[in-house]
């Protein structure tokens, strides 16, 4: 028992650095935002407030410029995270059947990962925008096919949330596919042996060896996936500047930074209170896709 009891207590020791980091940079931050989210009319500088109670979320969730955020976020996270987690299976095992330039064509998809998110956005940009000399390399694709221009940047709002979308699921694509490339990697060669004897189809191999095999990394990328997505702002001031709100193409997070230092600024308890909603939304979202995934191992 003496040597169990050593054991543990040395075992806490090793994790208190961590557990100390955690508490001061996670766990107090959080305690004391959603403490904020319930103070109104609080004041930053004076470090004061007229009251308490649930004003924050009702003045919060009644803000058309927090429902417009909610909706290009939501919108964001349906269209890109299912979208981007497929595509990059489908490139992740196209990568896993070549032989001949495989680390090449995987260092080409990994590329955009750790291409500065900033400079990609003026690349897709250059792309989309049009200009008093141009109408963007898009447009001239359009115009060659006879359709007509479309201002991807500054014109209707389906078509600025389009290049949003591709944008995004550009940024997340490599590191999908690098998570999903070394999962099938992984998957045991003899499986595949053993089907083959059989005569078994490529598609029942996918569907009923390769799937199932690398299943827990597919979710991991789905629950992360909704998690980034979710926290989707300097996609958005790539592409659109930092006036979102004028632009129609705010997130949550953009929001919440906006109440607190932009042009807005200065309201720290609808900014903790739209960050508290963002959390929920995402502690939600995240529990339930635990349980699917705990239902499907089963």
């Not at 680390?103 to 955009?112: D, G, R, S, V």
């Amino acid at each position: 028992m003496e040597v169990t009891g050593r054991n543990n207590f040395k075992a806490w020791l090793y994790l208190l650095p961590a557990l100390l980091f955690l508490g001061v940079f996670m766990v107090y931050p959080l305690v004391d935002v959603f403490i904020y989210s319930f103070e109104e009319g609080y004041n930053s500088a004076s470090q004061s407030f007229f009251g308490t109670g649930i004003y924050n979320y009702s003045y919060v969730l009644h803000d058309p410029y927090f429902l417009q955020a909610l909706k290009n976020t939501f919108i964001l996270v349906i269209i890109t995270v299912p979208l981007s987690t497929g595509i990059a299976l489908l490139i992740s095992l196209g990568l896993n059947s070549i032989k001949k330039l495989k680390e090449l064509f995987q260092t080409i998809y990994f590329l955009p990962y750790v291409t500065n998110t900033l400079a990609v956005g003026l690349v897709f940009m250059i792309l989309f925008k049009k200009t008093a000399y141009s109408d963007g390399m898009v447009n001239v694709l359009i115009n060659a096919f006879g359709g007509e221009s479309v201002d991807f940047i500054d014109g209707p709002y389906w078509a600025k949330m389009m290049v949003l979308c591709i944008y995004t699921i550009w940024i997340v694509m490599p590191f999908k596919v690098l998570i999903l490339t070394s999962a099938l990697a992984s998957v045991n060669p003899v499986y595949y042996s053993a089907a083959k004897v059989d005569g078994t189809s490529k598609f029942r191999i996918f569907y009923r060896i390769t799937l199932p095999m690398i299943s827990p990394m597919i979710f991991y990328l789905i629950i992360t996936g909704f998690i980034g997505a979710f926290k989707a702002y300097s996609d958005a001031v790539a592409l659109f500047g930092t006036d979102l709100n004028v632009a129609e193409m705010n997130t949550i997070v953009g929001y919440v930074y906006d109440m607190l230092y932009g042009d807005s600024g200065g309201y720290p308890s609808y900014a903790s209170a739209a960050a508290i909603i963002l959390f929920a939304i995402v502690l939600t979202i995240t529990v339930i896709n635990l349980m699917v995934s705990n239902r499907t191992k089963k």
